[in-house]
């Protein structure tokens, strides 16, 4: 078996996952590939049985029955047409105003992100209904591009997020408290973007102009009815999901359960369910979970490796080593998962990262859920940040080539929204109860 530091194992092992997620791999491969081979070169056969214990306790945790749930809840809705009746409802109140139909799209991925939890259902469903809309009107290719990432992107941080449910078994954080932690800091965010598209409307009239009146005369009580019976559905699936973990009546894996229910019936209601839509609901279930499960696994066997060859004391010590006390190891390791970000998985960073800090974070002195929310603040950068940017992929790839939309384009679009949720991070940093209020008010 082979000799080496604990400072060289570390190095090695991080050095081998960029060099292989460099190299065009799926991220699994290198991820699990350098546990086992530097498992093996250290420890003999006997890595196997470690590897195999940690594995099987992630792959058969409870909580995390809640993610195939959660994930066909969203893709159930996701057919259920409700964002479509959302946007008619809203573009007669607010198509009115300049940049109102990119603040419609915003206000949308919000909503949306409470009932879906999954990015990509939430950027495809925004780039179909949103951007022709905003496009044919004349709205800046740029601006629309970046409204639709931004709000689609909330999905993965609002409630119920498959991120929260995979963070809290491996920090040892009830999920329902990070579910009740993350709904201001994501409303903060949707308001900093709204807000920054008023503005810059307000300043650049060009840029987003306003719905033609004629295009929106509709009867006061016809529009409101209109927006009640749009909003209704999505309210009733966020308080039997939300409300009842906030309650303390169920546990998110329950929840979860109820939420896929009350999905599929919405469905039904506006007859949308069929058995082609179920066959793709289910199968893609299956497929985005099996994803998470083997990225999940090959991370723990590649942090079991780590851990046990004293790779955690190496990375804690260097974090509490760094100048500037608590709050300069917190920047350290908000830099590094904001740069981790763009060249990995969401998914993989959370594996790796979050067991090896999870021991890290109180020693420093923060609140662990404080710490976790950040954490997942901060990730919402990684979905815009190219080379490895999920919604940049996603707008491009739905968006029609009749609109002419670039992925310069969305690039430029979705740089400022990348810089407000710094501006996010630095408000939940000055004002911690803008994350922590809500889960004090939870009920045991």
């Keep these: 078996m082979t000799q080496l530091s604990p400072e060289a194992i570390t190095i090695i092992m991080f050095a081998g996952i960029m060099l292989g997620v460099l190299t065009g791999f799926p991220l699994a491969i290198p991820i ?24 099987f306790a992630l792959i058969t945790d409870y909580t995390l029955l809640a993610v195939p749930l959660f994930v066909f809840m969203g893709s159930m809705l996701e057919h259920s047409g409700i964002a479509e009746k959302m946007y008619s409802a809203l573009y007669l109140w607010l198509g009115g105003f300049r940049g109102g139909l990119a603040i419609v799209t915003v206000l949308i991925g919000t909503v949306m992100a409470a009932c879906v939890g999954i990015i990509a259902a939430s950027i495809t469903m925004l780039a179909l209904i949103a951007l022709p809309a905003m496009l044919k009107r004349g709205y800046d290719k740029s601006l629309a591009s970046g409204a639709i990432c931004a709000g689609g992107c909330l999905g993965i941080l609002i409630p119920p997020s498959i991120m929260l449910v995979i963070y809290g078994p491996m920090a040892w954080i009830s999920v329902g408290q990070l579910f009740m932690a993350a709904f201001i800091p994501g409303f903060v965010l949707s308001g900093l973007y709204c807000t920054y598209i008023a503005v810059r409307s307000l300043l650049q009239p060009s840029i987003a102009p306003a719905v033609p009146i004629e295009e929106r005369r509709v009867p006061f009580l016809k529009k409101t009815a209109m927006l009640i019976t749009s909003l209704l559905p999505p309210a009733i699936l966020i308080l039997s999901v939300l409300g009842v973990i906030f309650l303390g009546i169920a546990p998110p894996t329950e929840a979860a359960a109820v939420g896929a229910f009350i ?7 506006y007859r949308r369910f069929s058995w082609p839509v179920l066959k793709e609901t289910g199968l893609g279930t299956v497929k985005l979970t099996a994803m998470v499960l083997l990225i999940g696994s090959c991370s723990t066997a590649f942090v079991s490796v780590l851990l046990s060859a004293g790779g955690g004391d190496v990375v804690a010590n260097l974090i509490m080593s760094t100048p500037g006390g608590k709050w300069g190891a917190f920047a350290i390791i908000m830099f590094i998962c904001f740069i981790l970000g763009m060249f990995i998985d969401w998914i993989g960073i959370l594996f790796v990262m979050v067991p090896i800090l999870a021991p890290v974070i109180p020693a420093l002195g923060f609140d662990p859920l404080w710490f976790a929310m950040m954490i997942c603040v901060n990730l919402q950068m990684s979905f815009m940040t190219p080379p490895f940017a999920y919604a940049i992929f996603f707008l491009r790839g739905t968006a029609s080539s009749e609109l002419g939309v670039t992925t310069a384009d969305i690039i430029r679009g979705v740089i400022p929204f990348v810089i407000l949720i710094m501006v996010g991070l630095g408000l939940c940093v000055a004002f911690p109860q803008l994350i922590l209020w809500l889960p004090g008010l939870m009920i045991k």
Excluded: E
């Excluded at 590939?33 to 470690?50: C, Y």
């Excluded at 999905?263 to 209601?269: D, P, R, S, V």
């Design 32 to 55: 699990g590939g350098v546990g086992v081979i530097v498992g093996f070169a250290l420890f003999g056969i006997s890595v196997f049985d470690l590897i195999y214990s940690r594995v």
């Design 263 to 269: 999905a599929t019936i919405l469905a039904i209601a």
